[in-house]
């Protein structure tokens, strides 16, 4: 066991407000768990040298705004270094949700809190027993909450911090959530979000995980679909000194829908280690999930991609495809799509690319006078805008975009 996670099972050991019992069965857990090494095979490719001795303070009086983006219209929710500043009394909330803290008790809060995020996520784990800060969002049955609602965390330079998000999307009701990371300084930040959409429910959901440079943070996203639910995700994921993020979605009724699409753009000697499980475990469900990154030099990506369908899970149509661009030889990724079927009436398919700029689009867009680093600009970045274009909310893509540009052009001029 690391001295951070000794610390941390110490710490967990002085946590008591209404979830101790849950809390109590999660260190009870963590206690059983080993520190990830080489042979463990979800962190084979992420080392966690950097968090085993880390040494940070918890807290701080820190504050932030939202940033800013044109024609969005979203309710904010700010956490900074794990502590809520928005003033969740003074929102003028939309008719049919609900938004309170998690240190309140509620009935939505003890419905899901560590119930859809599956148990053998270690860092999960210290998220349970160490994040008494969060928020619950519970959007009412048949409710239809046209503005998106943002929950943003800032990390800043010497804090460690942990935060949870709890959302409850009632039947033939929609709503959007932002979940929106940033901080570039040495911290250390984990957010795990958990969802339960349910049936005829829709959910568009964003993470976006711009934490870069010295930041280290660990997450996941988690979703448990019920019958005609519907599950429309984009991340976007930076690299940094570490990042890693869990993404799991479980088709718990028939006919379920979701579509994940990825994009992760890595400057040198960043890491970034997505791991994506989609559970089908009833019939007629269906999945689509796209992958993209570019990475730079000396950086380091990390892609699992696994569809598990159940035998029960007859009608099953699951797509899942991992694309990668390397902007030097020193760049590298680890991709490893799967599929376990034990049904026999599906359609599913998976695969994975690797691959450096085509010299030859290179060399036609330079003899049309195009400039080789603008070329190379529009080449590698159209690569991944496809995904852009692909994402419901404009306003949020139109904002992404030149954000996006900018980093990709800043990746290719540290080469």
Not at 93 to 118: C, N, W
Not at 143 to 152: A, K, L, M, Y
Request: proline content about 3%; glycine content about 6%.
């Amino acid at each position: 066991m690391s001295q951070w996670l000794a610390h941390v099972i110490e710490r967990a050991a002085n946590v008591d407000d209404w979830l101790s019992p849950v809390r109590a069965n999660a260190l009870a857990e963590l206690k059983q768990k080993e520190w990830p090494g080489r042979r463990t095979e979800a962190w084979r490719y992420t080392s966690l040298h950097k968090v085993a001795d880390l040494n940070l303070r918890a807290g701080s009086q820190a504050s932030a705004e939202a940033p800013q983006v044109n024609g969005l219209n979203s309710i904010d929710l700010v956490f900074v270094d794990g502590r809520l500043t928005t003033d969740i009394a003074q929102l003028q909330l939309p008719a049919g949700i609900s938004i309170t803290a998690l240190d309140a008790k509620s009935e939505a809060a003890d419905a899901l809190f560590a119930k859809v995020k599956p148990a053998h996520h270690l860092f999960g784990l210290i998220n349970d027993v160490l994040a008494q800060q969060g928020i619950v969002i519970d959007v009412a049955e048949g409710s239809q909450v046209e503005q998106p609602i943002r929950i943003v965390n800032v990390a800043t330079n010497g804090v460690e911090s942990h935060q949870r998000t709890l959302v409850r999307v009632g039947k033939g009701a929609r709503a959007t959530i932002i979940e929106h990371g940033a901080g570039n300084e040495q911290s250390l930040n984990t957010v795990f979000a958990e969802y339960d959409i349910a049936d005829n429910a829709k959910l568009e959901h964003y993470r976006l995980a711009l934490q870069e440079d010295q930041a280290i943070h660990v997450g996941g996203s988690h979703f448990r679909l019920h019958n005609e639910s519907k599950l429309n995700s984009t991340l976007v994921g930076y690299g940094s000194q570490l990042t890693r993020l869990d993404v799991d979605i479980e088709h718990a009724g028939e006919h379920a829908f979701a579509k994940f699409n990825n994009i992760y753009l890595l400057a040198p000697h960043e890491h970034f280690d997505l791991h994506s499980t989609i559970e089908h475990a009833q019939p007629n469900g269906t999945t689509e999930e796209n992958a993209r990154g570019i990475i730079g030099d000396k950086a380091k990506a990390v892609f699992n991609g696994r569809i598990h369908i159940h035998r029960d899970a007859q009608k099953t149509l699951a797509e899942l495809n991992n694309r990668n661009l390397l902007l030097s030889r020193g760049a590298q990724i680890n991709t490893k799509p799967e599929l376990e079927i034990y049904a026999d009436d599906v359609q599913c398919a998976h695969g994975a690319t690797v691959a450096e700029i085509d010299e030859e689009a290179l060399y036609y867009m330079l003899t049309r006078g195009i400039d080789r680093q603008q070329a190379l600009v529009m080449l590698n970045f159209g690569f991944v805008q496809e995904l852009l274009f692909q994402m419901p909310n404009k306003a949020l893509a139109d904002w992404l975009q030149p954000i996006l540009r900018q980093r990709f052009e800043r990746m290719m001029e540290q080469k």
